[in-house]
């Protein structure tokens, strides 16, 4: 997704769904389709947040607990 995309990305999920949070509201609806081709699974399995900016720590690493 960061690569086709060109966007900063986090994903997170479960066995029900994956959340994936993007930093470009925009390119929400066409990251679903994508990574649903990519896949083979329904979109429904897929979730798509934009949020302003990924939680970062001290050391640049993605805090994946501290996302919405």
């Not at 609806?29 to 934009?50: C, H, M, N, P, Q």
């Amino acid at each position: 997704i960061k690569t086709a995309f060109d966007t900063d990305c986090a994903c997170v999920g479960d066995d029900l769904q994956m959340r994936i949070y993007v930093t470009q509201p925009q390119m929400a609806k066409d990251v679903r389709t994508y990574i649903s081709d990519k896949t083979g699974l329904i979109s429904r399995a897929f979730e798509v947040k934009a949020i302003s900016a990924l939680p970062k720590g001290e050391s640049g690493k993605t805090r994946y607990a501290a996302l919405p």
